[in-house]
């Protein structure tokens, strides 16, 4: 089966990333071969929904000294912390379209940004956005299939039909 997907947190002690993944039909699809973006058959981004996602991870982005074990990092995995994830529209309503994703962490008291994109220049930003997701497959030489697939925006519309929270540790 596909949908929409919202990894709000994938992480473990030493890298931590939120990746959205959108689909051009609404809704959960059963589905099997080209519909499903079959990866055996060669038709990854010929599928119904983005396999590979936006993500945001931190390290990737050219940060390796912002998340992970110790006091040499801006957010200290080893000790308690609180992630927060900003859906932000276009209008800044309920009802506008999705345009961004943010994030920032909260230990001790402290308000922490999420990293900037080093890797993607001055201009790289700190939250997943559609120029953020352009210039990130652009730089790495992958193809934008979030862009292609509707991007924010879908992934606003499959947020406000509603998605189940499913919680998996490995």
């Known amino acids: 089966a596909c949908c929409a997907e ?10 931590t990333a939120f990746t959205p993944h959108v689909c051009t039909k609404p809704g959960l699809t059963k589905c099997d071969g080209v519909v499903c973006g079959d990866n055996d058959a060669g038709q990854r981004y010929m599928g119904i929904c983005d396999k590979d996602g936006c993500d945001y991870n931190s390290y990737r982005m ?5 998340y992970g074990t110790g006091n040499g990092f801006d957010v200290d ?3 308690p912390f609180t992630i927060v994830t900003q859906f932000i ?3 800044g309503t309920d ?10 962490y909260v230990q001790d008291g402290k308000v922490i940004p999420n990293s900037e994109a080093k890797v993607l220049g001055s201009e790289g930003g700190n939250s997943v956005t559609d120029d953020f997701c352009k210039k990130q497959k652009d730089k ?3 193809l934008d299939d979030f862009g292609l697939k509707g991007g924010m925006k879908e992934m606003g519309k499959a ?3 509603g998605m189940v929270l499913v919680l998996s540790l490995w």
């Open 6 to 15: 919202m990894d709000i947190w994938e992480a473990n002690n030493m890298a």
């Open 62 to 66: 050219g940060d390796q000294e912002f």
């Open 77 to 79: 995995s080893s000790r």
């Open 89 to 91: 529209t276009e209008d």
């Open 95 to 104: 009802e506008g379209a999705l345009s961004e994703i943010k994030r920032f």
């Open 140 to 142: 790495f030489g992958d």
């Open 159 to 161: 947020l406000d039909r």
